[in-house]
């Protein structure tokens, strides 16, 4: 064969369309760096070819990249200007006017024209048949009305957006995976678990159809947050875990996405050493400020809490579903520093977003603040507040939260009828046992105990401890030290410590021999699933 002519561009493999075509091989495999490299240089062949509306799209897709994947947001936002000011040069009289009209409506703050925008760029998407356009106009419509509390009507738009990309409507592939994060992003706002499961089976069968890394991470990374608040912890962990190992560290805002969200499983599970290695260095993101406050929350430092609180809500930029959540830890920590006057102011700021809300969650929020603020007064609206939250977070299938509300019903009931107490600490101990949620455990115990009712035993064997505590307690066995224990699970030696501590009080041993000839006597742990 002879030598290929560099003076043919299109044969050299340096067109515009060979390289957006080596790119979407790149992304393909989850090669992001190339990806990444591969658009910059089809944005360049485009220009160079006079192919304005294909330069356009390749910048586009650059913005998405160095935004959603990398967090640089403002090499993102001078590529999407890129974009429209080339859509601009085009002219309005095709339908690439239609990406100019979508980030027009990205960039509003007014619901209604928003929504006007939208409308206009899917209408405009259908007359020219551009199904890409028009399910990422539905599914930006959708996250935008489902965070202004217009629940309903955007789930119909998320739904539909999804119908098309597992149709096999939707060619590009940062579409797909930004439709498929907009519709789980939304679930894991609304802790709408019944319809996460059901996308997350068919983005399971489109990623192994079309083999799309990327969509299996954000689905994971989403999906695992639903599942911590769903009480469903285990399938959480390997969640999150297999989320976590499908981006390198340099993917910043992807990846602190999935450790925020691994951080707040771990305080759940009272591992607080965990929890915060995993919060370092993220600070900034958005989604690590609430695990931030409940870490000083958790360890006894409520006017870090309130800090790390007080200065996101401040900023006046949060959506509904997002602001609520933070506010009804601040009543939290105020009540955990003894300052019920800002309790209140917090738990009737969240009243007043959760009456706006036709979901059940921010409802079932505001209800348990308000009751852990009666309880802490003395008040005897408790009670009635109390089983408000209840049957929200019971409508909302949530578990642990339902269990958390019965010990706080418990707490309410200790003095005036102790027999309703230890029938509702009971209830919530068995919950939190079956969720291993060994610090919420500990507290109804302690209740129970307090209240001359015996706890009672879990459970035999491996049941009684969280997963990373059968590990380490296997290791024990195996006569490795701490300093070998934290080699081989990648953790300090004082969170091993701290382990062992838990294992030897739980299974009521007074040593690590002691511990480690127990694990011997035990069964084999079962594998991941």
């Not at 993102?76 to 200007?81: D, F, I, R, V």
């Not at 202004?148 to 096999?168: F, K, P, R, T």
Request: proline share 3%; aromatic share 6%.
């Amino acid at each position: 064969m002879g030598e290929t002519s560099v003076d043919d561009p299109a044969r050299a493999g340096r067109s515009g369309a060979a390289l957006e075509e080596r790119a979407r091989s790149a992304h393909l495999v989850g090669d992001y760096a190339a990806t990444i490299g591969l658009y910059e240089r089809a944005y360049q062949a485009y220009r160079r070819e006079g192919e304005l509306l294909c330069a356009a799209r390749a910048a586009r897709t650059v913005s998405w990249f160095r935004g959603w994947i990398y967090g640089e947001w403002a090499v993102a936002n001078g590529w999407m200007a890129r974009s429209r000011g080339l859509l601009d040069q085009a002219g309005d009289d095709t339908q690439e006017r239609g990406w100019v009209l979508l980030a027009d409506a990205q960039a509003g703050d007014d619901l209604e024209q928003q929504r006007r925008l939208y409308r206009i760029v899917i209408e405009l998407a259908q007359r020219y048949h551009d199904a890409d356009l028009e399910c990422e106009a539905r599914s930006r419509l959708g996250v935008m009305l489902v965070l202004s509390g217009l629940v309903d009507e955007g789930m119909i738009e998320l739904d539909e957006s999804l119908a098309a990309v597992c149709g096999g409507d939707v060619e590009d592939l940062s579409i797909v995976e930004g439709i498929f994060c907009s519709l789980f992003y939304a679930c894991e706002r609304l802790h709408d678990v019944a319809r996460a499961e059901q996308w997350l089976r068919r983005a399971d069968d489109l990623v192994q159809r079309r083999k799309l890394t990327g969509i299996g991470g954000y689905c994971r990374a989403h999906y695992g947050g639903i599942l911590t608040a769903a009480g469903r912890w285990a399938e959480a962990e390997t969640a999150l875990i297999a989320a976590a190992q499908l981006f390198a560290p340099e993917h910043v805002r992807i990846r602190g996405n999935v450790l925020c969200r691994l951080a707040d499983l771990r305080l759940r599970q009272g591992r607080l050493e965990e929890a915060a290695q995993l919060l370092e260095g993220l600070e900034q993101h958005e989604d690590a400020v609430r695990p931030l406050a409940a870490l000083h929350l958790a360890r006894g430092q409520p006017a870090l809490a309130e800090d790390v609180l007080e200065r996101a809500l401040d900023k006046g930029e949060l959506v509904d579903a997002v602001e609520g959540p933070l506010l009804a830890l601040l009543a939290q920590v105020h009540l955990a520093a003894g300052t019920t006057h800002e309790a209140t102011r917090a738990v009737d700021r969240l009243t007043a977003l959760a009456r706006h809300q036709s979901g059940t969650y921010l409802k079932a929020l505001a209800a348990f603040a308000r009751g852990r603020l009666c309880v802490a007064s003395g008040s005897a609206d408790a009670r009635a507040c109390l089983h408000e939250a209840l049957s929200a977070f019971d409508e909302a299938r949530m578990p642990v939260e339902v269990a958390q509300v019965r010990l706080e019903l418990a707490r309410a009931d200790a003095v005036t009828r102790p027999a309703v107490a230890v029938a509702e600490a009971g209830a919530a101990l068995a919950a939190f046992r079956r969720a291993r949620a060994a610090p919420f455990a500990d507290q109804a115990a302690a209740l129970l105990r307090s209240l001359g009712a015996a706890p009672g035993p879990p459970g035999p064997g491996r049941d009684l401890l969280t997963r990373r505590e059968g590990e380490v307690l296997e290791l024990l066995a195996h006569g490795l030290t701490n300093s070998g224990i934290g080699d081989r699970l990648f953790i300090s030696p004082k969170t091993v410590e701290h382990h062992v501590g838990r294992i030897l009080a739980k299974l009521g041993l007074r040593s690590r021999a002691e511990a480690a000839a127990y694990a011997v006597r035990l069964p084999a742990a079962p594998g991941p699933k």
